[in-house]
């Protein structure tokens, strides 16, 4: 069973804007760390943001900073990424993780301890 659940993506104009979900499936993530990665084809995985468990701490990757916002609601065990002002370099397959102890950082893959399958987002010109 796979324990994250990405949902909302598909194709969008340019400029356009986007909610991805990701709902824990399974279990719960009491504590963890969500973040986000993303793997456009024929490039490596790159790291998109993240998100405390209180959501009190945010990080962003440079090519997302100011458009893209992570949310998450603890209750019903849920993370949002919120895509504004999409441009087709955007365009990827974007997987949610989850960290208990973000080592060695954040930013890092290897960092998360588990994984969703992806949802693709498509933005075209």
């Known amino acids: 069973q796979v324990p994250l659940v990405e949902s909302g993506g598909g194709l969008v104009q340019a400029g356009g804007s986007l909610r991805l979900s990701c709902a824990a499936s399974?279990?719960?993530?009491?504590?963890?760390?969500m973040g986000w990665f993303r793997r456009a084809p024929g490039k490596e995985r790159e790291f998109v943001g993240y998100?405390?468990?209180?959501?009190?701490?945010?990080a962003y990757g440079d090519s997302v900073k100011g458009r893209f916002t992570i949310s998450r609601d603890n209750t019903r065990n849920t993370v949002y990424l919120q895509m504004n002002n999409l441009n087709p370099e955007d365009t990827a397959v974007y997987y949610c993780?989850?960290?208990?102890?973000?080592?060695?950082?954040?930013?890092?893959?290897?960092?998360?301890?588990?994984w969703g399958q992806g949802t693709q987002v498509t933005v075209s010109s």
């Open positions: 998100t405390t468990w209180s959501g009190g701490t945010t």
């Open positions: 399974g279990r719960t993530f009491t504590g963890y760390a």
């Open positions: 993780a989850a960290s208990l102890r973000l080592y060695p950082k954040a930013t890092m893959a290897s960092a998360y301890d588990y």
